[in-house]
């Protein structure tokens, strides 16, 4: 059997977006310039152009089999006119020139006043933070289908408590061109991939699931990483729903909390992330508005947001405005050193833009959004952390967070979890949330461990309607006080 | 694009699918016309205006399934839609309870249930403007402390949908909908801001709340939150505003499908015909509810809707079913398809039945507690039943709020907050497909200081 038939389903699979050098309704310099200019038709501070094309697929098991599999395909333009801080924004999944020459003079109608010239536009290079040698979508379908019955098969042999597993590949890729009236022109390729498992298990009347998944910016060459395979993840799946069948109660109210390192990122992004984001201090919502300078964390706490780390789920090399992601120092030593922004809040504060301008998809416009945002490490050793808490609670992994940007208050659900005992860890305890504020929060930062972890690529971040795929990484943290929203109300 | 159009499409898609060697296909298209506008301070922030179009393909060659959509509808977009689909059917593996409904069972003629208000396209962008704006004015100027603003929004979508299956089942139906809202911003002290947004939506446009009520609730519910606190860690009965019920009777829905039982993924799991819920509960999912935000004559699957009651006076009476889900558990359809092109039942519009006393008089009724009004993160496990959320809203001292609270969180698994729902107020009011009148619950465990 020869390679190309063992891959029946990406035959003639084609990744050339209709916009791309040579294809039917090919957006070069020229034309976007054209575009842009008619955008700007009655004036305006900029305009600018972004196309998208996305092929994304996904394979689902449950019950042994592979039960569907689906591919769908995004395509659009839209064109944005800026006017002090107002925008108009239009978009089209027409790519015919009227309807890109409607698109634009719809996006115009926000401006009342003379046009201006637009110079013409030049392609930008960008690092490649992603390269990979087949994106997921073109690698062999029964390759990933072995993937997930090897997930299923491995799951189910782990232990005969397991009485159901579930299992999906999602995958897409993302091609980008984004062209400005400030002369830039660039285009970026953005690959994902995530991989993940649910196992169900039961026993003497009880009944827990346990999930664990992975990927980022990867190719298959993802599973070939220690840990990654489709077993590994499958057996960690198990381990979790096996541990938390013995799940007792969990306490409720004021507590000393450890983090592990890892997945408790989301702290960071909650507490700290969405707080920072540009757009809500430009507009003096943010409970971290008119603080930069100011200690809004503990001496131990640097906070960092890198859009540059190698493949990870949240790092891009170019934003959806057409800038470089960079790295961003938030918070260092404690003190408040910097926001998020996107070409719109780094207008107003007068900065240069850090490259966080994302959206979802060409049917929205841009907003200041994280990227990888990771605490780094401290002195700690992560066992003395645990050792030096006598009563408190230890927290593994998270189903996810939010955060009330004006208050500062903000959640995060746990889906593994411990009591500390006397410096031990002890039972495992069910589903519970962690509730605090996020300045209160991270100034009762007491000891941070020299364990820096990066979580694996699962996260997806949800602001004003538009998700985006984020990464978030911390060492082991423990956070003196905070409150802990159990069923078991301690007496007395 | 017209509907008759929409279906000439969808026919030819059909088509090239069944030559193609599908044995069986389904195909549906989308068409949109949607206009966004935000307004800030009272100056213009938005202006969003698009058309959308799309098609969805579920394909079937005997027992294998796949799924294909594009919203690139040139010629060559929709061979490629076509190629994937039958090409990801070879991929998939057989199962044996794949395949489109029964042709007898399909809905050969169905009601015209008015989802659609042509008024609605015919707001301008200047006039969408002009409605965000009175709105989010009218929560500056109801009280000093209001200070900032997030922003008022007004929003207005039409679409078209229609749906054609090798089985012989052709529909569809146009839908509108509007929207106004606004969040207001309050400082509160330690350097907090509070806001707390307020919203209306109606699929007519006349029906929606005027934009100055709209504005000055946001406004009326921001200021009540300043000086918010914790409270101490304690058991104690809680009230639920309907737009803090709502989220929980959406994770209830959830458990309550065909598809979350045979996937064993619901605390409901073997409890049909059995009390989980205080004889005050009345659950009800009605697709034939009038101007309903989730009403739909026909199903996914093409079959005619009807109005299922899932739980009377706190017996579980019947779980939602699509075809799929009920050919799993030995059981017959209730017409509650929820995707067109995925598999999966669904709430249309789920509510709680109202009871017979007003909210004002169930705060009356209650002595201390905790009365709350939105809700915060994902803490629920539905395997389990387990909830745990944060909270916010106020303090209730001798049946009167005292004071704001937040930073709390609320916890109590699903089978036991059901069954002790004490009582349950006349409020309902669809903004949502999942909606909910005031109710409270005798005692759950609220974490604080």
């Known amino acids: 059997?020869?390679?190309?038939?063992?891959?029946?389903a990406q035959q003639g699979l084609s990744l050339q977006a209709p916009f791309a050098p040579g294809a039917p309704y090919e957006i070069d310099a020229e034309r976007a310039q054209k575009l842009l200019a008619i955008a700007l038709r009655r004036g305006g501070d900029a305009a600018d152009l972004f196309a998208e094309f996305v092929v994304g697929g996904s394979l689902v098991l449950e019950e042994t089999i592979v039960k569907s599999a689906s591919r769908g395909v995004s395509v659009g333009v839209g064109i944005r006119v800026r006017r002090g801080m107002a925008a108009g924004y239009a978009y089209t999944e027409d790519l015919a020139w009227e309807s890109l020459v409607r698109c634009a003079e719809t996006a115009a109608q926000i401006a009342e006043g003379q046009g201006r010239e637009v110079g013409p536009v030049g392609l930008k290079t960008h690092p490649e933070r992603y390269r990979v040698a087949a994106p997921s979508i073109l690698a062999s379908g029964h390759d990933k289908r072995e993937l997930l019955l090897r997930a299923d098969a491995a799951a189910r042999a782990a232990d005969a408590r397991v009485q159901r597993v579930e299992a999906s590949l999602a995958e897409s890729y993302r091609e980008i061109l984004i062209a400005t009236s400030e002369g830039v022109f660039v285009r970026d390729i953005q690959p994902m991939m995530r991989f993940g498992v649910r196992a169900i298990a039961e026993s003497g009347g009880k009944r827990q699931s346990g999930s664990s998944g992975g990927g980022g910016r990867f190719g298959m060459e993802y599973f070939a990483q220690p840990q990654k395979d489709a077993e590994s993840h499958a057996r960690e799946a198990v381990r979790l729903a096996l541990a938390m069948l013995d799940a007792r109660e969990a306490p409720a109210g004021e507590m000393e909390v450890v983090l592990g390192p890892g997945d408790s990122g989301i702290l960071l992004h909650e507490a700290v992330g969405h707080g920072l984001e540009a757009d809500f201090n430009r507009k003096g919502v943010s409970n971290y508005s008119g603080r930069i300078g100011t200690?809004?964390?503990?001496?131990?706490?640097?906070?960092?947001?890198?859009?540059?780390?190698?493949?990870?789920?949240?790092?891009?090399?170019?934003?959806?405005?057409?800038?470089?992601?960079?790295?961003?120092?938030?918070?260092?030593?404690?003190?408040?050193?910097?926001?998020?922004?996107?070409?719109?809040?780094?207008?107003?504060?007068?900065?240069?833009?850090?490259?966080?301008?994302?959206?979802?998809?060409?049917?929205?416009?841009?907003?200041?959004r994280m990227t990888n945002t990771l605490l780094l490490a401290g002195p700690h050793d992560h066992d003395e952390i645990i050792r030096s808490v006598k009563k408190g609670i230890y927290a593994q992994r998270f189903g996810g967070g939010q955060v009330d940007i004006a208050s500062g208050d903000f959640v995060f659900s746990l889906s593994e979890a411990y009591l500390i005992e006397d410096g031990k860890l002890t039972a495992p305890v069910k589903d519970v949330n962690l509730i605090g504020n996020g300045p209160d929060a991270l100034s009762k930062v007491t000891m941070l461990g020299n364990n820096l972890e990066v979580s694996d690529g699962i996260w997806t971040c949800g602001k004003d309607g538009q998700s985006v795929p984020v990464g978030v990484g911390c060492p082991t943290i423990k956070i003196a006080s905070m409150t802990v929203g159990g069923t078991a109300v301690q007496k007395g | 694009m017209d509907s008759t159009k929409l279906l000439e499409l969808c026919d030819d898609v059909l088509g090239r699918l069944m030559a193609g060697g599908a044995s069986d296909a389904k195909v549906v298209a989308r068409t949109g016309q949607d206009l966004s506008v935000r307004v800030r301070l009272g100056e213009v922030e938005l202006v969003e205006e698009a058309g959308t179009q799309s098609i969805a393909i579920r394909c079937f060659k005997g027992k294998r399934v796949a799924t294909a959509s594009t919203n690139d509808l040139t010629a060559a977009g929709l061979r490629r839609a076509v190629g994937d689909a039958l090409e990801l059917c070879d991929l998939a593996q057989e199962d044996p309870f794949a395949g489109l409904p029964d042709p007898a069972a399909l809905a050969s003629a169905y009601p015209d249930m008015r989802l659609y208000d042509p008024a609605c396209g015919s707001i301008t962008a200047g006039e969408a403007v002009e409605r965000a704006r009175r709105c989010e004015k009218a929560s500056l100027d109801f009280d000093p402390r209001i200070t900032n603003s997030e922003?008022?929004?007004?929003?207005?979508?039409?679409?078209?949908?229609?749906?054609?299956?090798?089985?012989?089942?052709?529909?569809?139906?146009?839908?509108?909908?509007?929207?106004?809202?606004?969040?207001?911003?309050?400082?509160?002290?330690?350097?907090?801001?509070?806001?707390?947004?307020?919203?209306?939506?109606?699929?007519f446009l006349h029906q929606l709340e005027a934009e100055d009520a709209v504005g000055r609730e946001a406004a009326r519910r921001t200021v009540a939150l300043l000086g918010a606190r914790k409270v101490p860690t304690q058991e104690a009965p809680v009230i639920f505003d309907p737009d803090a019920a709502r989220s929980l009777l959406g994770a209830f829905a959830g458990c309550v499908t065909g598809d979350a039982i045979y996937r064993r993924s619901s605390f409901l799991l073997d409890r049909l015909g059995e009390t989980v819920a205080s004889e005050l509960v009345t659950l009800i999912d009605d697709p034939l509810l009038a101007d309903g935000p989730g009403s739909r004559p026909f199903d996914g699957d093409g079959l005619l809707t009807r109005k299922n009651v899932v739980v009377e006076r706190g017996v579980l009476k019947t779980w939602l079913l699509d075809t799929y889900g009920a050919r799993k558990l030995g059981m017959a359809s209730t017409g509650s398809a929820a995707s067109a092109t995925g598999s999966g039942a669904g709430v249309s519009n789920f509510y709680l039945a109202p009871g017979g006393v007003s909210a004002e008089a169930l705060l009356r009724d209650t002595r201390r507690g905790l009365y709350v009004t939105g809700m915060m993160g994902f803490g629920f496990n539905a395997v389990t039943g387990d909830f745990s959320r944060g909270a916010y809203g106020y303090w209730v001292e001798d049946g009167a709020l005292a004071f704001p609270v937040s930073e709390v969180t609320i916890s109590l698994n699903f089978k036991e907050l059901f069954a002790s729902i004490d009582g349950v107020a006349d409020d309902l009011e669809f903004k949502s497909g999942v909606a909910s009148p005031t109710f409270r619950v005798a005692k759950m465990t609220i974490a604080g200081s």
């Open chain 1, 295 to 368: 200690p809004v964390a503990s001496a131990l706490c640097t906070v960092v947001d890198r859009a540059d780390l190698d493949h990870n789920r949240g790092s891009i090399n170019v934003d959806d405005e057409g800038n470089v992601g960079t790295s961003t120092t938030l918070i260092e030593n404690g003190i408040l050193r910097g926001y998020l922004h996107d070409n719109f809040s780094a207008s107003h504060f007068k900065l240069d833009p850090t490259g966080n301008g994302r959206r979802e998809s060409f049917r929205a416009t841009p907003l200041p």
């Open chain 2, 151 to 203: 922003g008022g929004s007004f929003g207005r979508t039409q679409g078209g949908f229609v749906m054609a299956t090798s089985g012989g089942f052709r529909g569809g139906y146009n839908g509108s909908y509007a929207s106004v809202s606004t969040s207001p911003v309050a400082a509160d002290e330690g350097g907090k801001n509070r806001t707390s947004g307020y919203w209306s939506a109606k699929r």
């Open chain 1, 1 to 8: 059997m020869s390679t190309v038939q063992s891959a029946p």
